[in-house]
């Protein structure tokens, strides 16, 4: 069996793994959001961030990884954790349904976990986030009273419920809608605190002030390099520079 699947064709799958348990980098330095935003701390300098790549990385050096993640799709990825193939795949709560309607009979055997790629049990996470789609209006909008009305209307509660009905998970915006088990046994891991759902080391970065030119791209593009086999201070260094870069061009002090 193979412990972890990566199903890395689409090549955005790989950012789940440095995404996922990074939670404790800011928690044991208690100053990095500040120090990345203010350019006092360099990425590959935080001791937390490069343990956590070189950790990932292990997953694939020391043969816990599927050897074909370049070619192996997310659909290839569950049906591998239906027939019992692999134990984990790197995904999230978005894969629910798709067990549901194409694995019927193996779904209720299948199940989500919360992630620490630290050594204290206290860091155990589940990593929370925003809804995976959104409704923008454009800002010249020549009608936009009536599409703001059309987003709120799709955004009620009427129909959030509706939808959850069909599509049963976790509500982003705090209504009482059908849940599916994995976020009802994630939320309980939560509410007894069994869990935490601390920030993310990018959503701390991002979140340290309004305006920070962090792109979560940048974080797919190191997770890739990490696994194409570029050492791990290597890739957070460059990670580092496309950060430098765009926030020199928002003109954010220290840059």
Partial sequence: MTPLYLPNKDGWTAQILVYIGSQYVPIKEASF?????????????????????????????KGYMNDDMLSA????????????????????????????????????????????????????????????????????????????DFVNFVLSERVMKAMYEVRPGANVLGYETKANPWDTEMQSLLTSGVAHDNEMFVSAIANFKVGTGFNAGDIGAAAQALFAGKDPVKALADMQSGLAKANKAKGIPGF
């Fill in 73 to 148: 799709t997310m659909a290839m990825a569950e049906q591998a954790l239906a027939e019992g193939k692999t134990a984990f795949v790197a995904g999230g709560n978005w894969l629910y349904t798709d067990f549901q309607s194409n694995y019927p009979d193996q779904a209720a055997d299948i199940s989500m976990t919360g992630v620490n790629w630290g050594d204290d049990p206290a860091d155990f996470n589940v990593m929370k986030t925003g809804a995976g789609a959104s409704l923008y209006i454009p800002a010249q909008s020549r009608q936009k009273e009536a599409a703001e």
């Fill in 33 to 61: 959001a500040e120090g990345v935003y203010t350019n006092k701390l360099q990425l590959q300098d935080s001791p937390a961030l490069v343990d956590m790549f070189k950790r990932v990385l292990d997953f694939k050096t």
